[in-house]
């Protein structure tokens, strides 16, 4: 079994592959310290161009597939610098929410 800093490398590196242009952020309960031994890993990718949703979806799950095959469960969410910049604002919006416990990796 990989060690959680192992995980971590492996998650950088394959993001990257896709988008190696991108910030990668871990959220969730492995940010918090609080996971389970069956959490999965929530990621936040966070581009320098804007990707229309069509195009984003290809790119998260030949990430969450890469990660899966070495047994890592992922949960991918990709956003470009200016959606964050509108998002990070917004009460209630799920990207506010993550950026307040978000660890850049």
Same mark, same amino acid.
Request: proline content about 4%; cysteine-free.
């Given at each position: 079994?990989?060690?959680?800093?192992?995980?971590?490398?492996?998650?950088?590196?394959?993001?990257?592959?896709y988008?190696?242009d991108a910030?990668?952020?871990?959220?969730?309960?492995?940010?918090?310290?609080?996971a389970?031994?069956?959490s /999965?890993y929530? *990621?936040?990718?966070? #581009?320098? @161009? &804007?990707?229309l949703?069509?195009?984003?979806l290809?790119?998260?799950t030949?990430i969450?597939?890469?990660?899966?095959?070495?047994?890592?469960?992922? /949960?991918i969410? *990709?956003?470009s610098? #200016?959606? @964050? &910049?509108i998002?990070?604002?917004?009460p209630g919006?799920i990207?506010?929410k993550i950026?307040?416990?978000?660890?850049?990796?």
């Amino acid at each position: 079994m990989k060690s959680n800093k192992e995980i971590i490398e492996i998650i950088k590196q394959t993001s990257r592959e896709y988008l190696p242009d991108a910030e990668v952020f871990l959220f969730g309960s492995r940010a918090r310290k609080n996971a389970s031994s069956d959490s /999965d890993y929530d *990621i936040l990718l966070i #581009t320098n @161009v &804007e990707l229309l949703p069509k195009d984003k979806l290809p790119i998260r799950t030949k990430i969450r597939k890469s990660l899966l095959t070495i047994g890592i469960r992922s /949960d991918i969410l *990709i956003q470009s610098k #200016t959606e @964050v &910049e509108i998002k990070k604002n917004l009460p209630g919006h799920i990207v506010r929410k993550i950026l307040r416990e978000a660890i850049l990796l």
